[in-house]
């Protein structure tokens, strides 16, 4: 397909990921040392739930988005996701590559019977707010909160 397909990412993707990591969040800490980052690699692609979707365009990984699909006891039982991490190389956006790797985690989420998905950003602009709510994300629905280490609590 001429604009890519999108898949699972395999074990081989790691510096592919990075790379769109790195472009996600450039001043972000440095990433493990190997083997520590390989190993890490390794037990998230083997993690039940968690998913790292790519969007592929011949040779490089040019989209990206982590789904976590979390088991749930309320609801009837029906599991909640996460979305996480997503990323499209700046030298491919506004194409409708990003929304398509999102909406394929999407797919996933409703396919494995999630009675809802969640996403947030830390971005205040508003084409960002824009491609999220295109996606299928309403704003206002309910309201987040980020705690971080050595927040007081």
């Known amino acids: 397909m001429a604009d890519g397909i999108v898949r699972a990412a395999r ?32 037990r998230m692609l083997a993690q039940p739930g968690l998913r790292v979707f790519v969007l592929e365009r011949g040779a490089a990984l040019v989209a990206s988005c982590t789904l976590v699909v979390v088991p749930n006891l309320t ?19 506004r194409r409708g590559l990003g929304s398509r790797v999102v909406r394929h985690a999407l797919a996933e989420a409703w ?4 009675y809802k998905a969640m996403l947030l950003t830390g971005s205040r602009r508003p084409e960002v707010h824009r491609f999220y709510e295109a996606c299928g994300f309403r704003a206002g629905d309910k309201t987040g909160f980020v705690a971080r280490p050595g927040a007081a609590g």
């Open 111 to 114: 396919e494995a019977g999630c």
């Open 11 to 42: 074990v081989g993707d790691l510096e592919g990921v990075l790379e769109l990591y790195r472009d996600l969040h450039p001043a972000d800490e440095s990433f493990p040392a190997e083997p520590e980052l390989s190993a890490l690699w390794a």
């Open 75 to 93: 609801r009837g039982g029906r599991p909640y996701a996460l979305v996480e991490n997503v990323v499209t190389h700046r030298e491919h956006r």
